[in-house]
């Protein structure tokens, strides 16, 4: 499966993946009452990239994750915080315990779970009134727009999955369909939270961040190894060895209904 590579990559991982801003952080924790009493519930953390500011607020956090190489510099990255327990294991065959968590919060892994199992898992492990938050990042046309354009011959040439004539979605192509969350006998109270954010990379540390993406990882080594070399020198010749590319957030919240069904 293409998210079982991320766990081969974890060092780069950790090191290029963006983290996520800080109104994000702040208006989950506003909308879920974050404090010393929270039990919280994170699905697929990575590396931490969102597990260390939520730890930050004070709460009990158990984190689910699937990768052995990722949850091991999930418990480095969070030594500081005593009440993490990072656990190694695929969240669909993960026992939910007994005493129910207040929220429970997947960073940009939602698209990898089927939703009607998903959101039934996630509610029978919330109490009624809790929250479910999923954050999501996408790619979107900014920054150094004209570098994305052009890349996209290097894809077509080596990535046969390549969209002939692909473009970066603008922010209002972008919204996710929240209707999953909408009609689940399971939740209520959807609410919807959007901030971009633009980060500049050097050639370097550009193409170590397309290589924390699945479909890059995926690639055969003379595909992936010709992508990367088209890249590096289209962003040497033409811009100077620095792109900028603009991140799009999303934080989806829905309360645990009272129902059982």
């Keep these: 499966m293409l998210r079982d590579t991320f766990d081969g990559a974890a060092e780069r991982y950790d090191r290029v993946r963006p983290r996520y801003p800080r109104p994000l952080v702040d208006e989950l924790a506003r909308t879920a009452s974050l404090g010393p009493d929270s039990r919280i519930l994170e699905i697929a953390p990575g590396t931490g990239q969102l597990t260390v500011p939520l730890a930050e607020f004070g709460g ?4 689910v994750e699937l990768g052995p190489s990722l949850a091991s510099l999930a418990r480095r990255n969070l030594s500081a915080f005593p009440r993490v327990d990072v656990q190694v294991a695929d969240f669909e065959l993960w026992e939910v315990p007994d005493e129910p968590f207040d929220v429970v919060v997947i960073a940009t892994a939602y698209h990898w779970f089927d939703p009607e199992r998903f959101l039934a898992k996630t509610a029978s ?17 900014g920054g150094t727009q004209d570098f994305f354009d052009r890349s996209q011959r290097c894809y077509e040439r080596w990535d046969p999955d390549t969209p002939p004539g692909f473009r ?17 006998a399971h939740f209520e109270d959807v609410t919807v939270w959007r901030g971009a954010q633009e980060i500049t990379y050097t ?20 595909a992936r190894r010709g992508l990367l070399a088209c890249l590096r020198e289209l962003l040497e010749t033409r811009y100077g060895g620095r792109v900028t590319k603009r991140y799009l957030h999303e934080l989806i919240t829905a309360t645990r209904s009272g129902r059982t069904s």
């Design 60 to 63: 009990r956090l158990t984190a």
């Design 203 to 222: 050639t370097d540390e550009y193409l170590d961040v397309v290589l924390t993406y699945s479909n890059h990882l995926a690639l055969d080594e003379p």
């Design 168 to 184: 970066s979605p603008t922010e209002d192509e972008t919204a996710m369909d929240t209707g999953e969350f909408e009609g689940s």
């Design 125 to 141: 492990a919330l109490r009624p009134g809790g929250h479910l938050a999923v954050v999501t990042t996408h790619h979107v046309a």
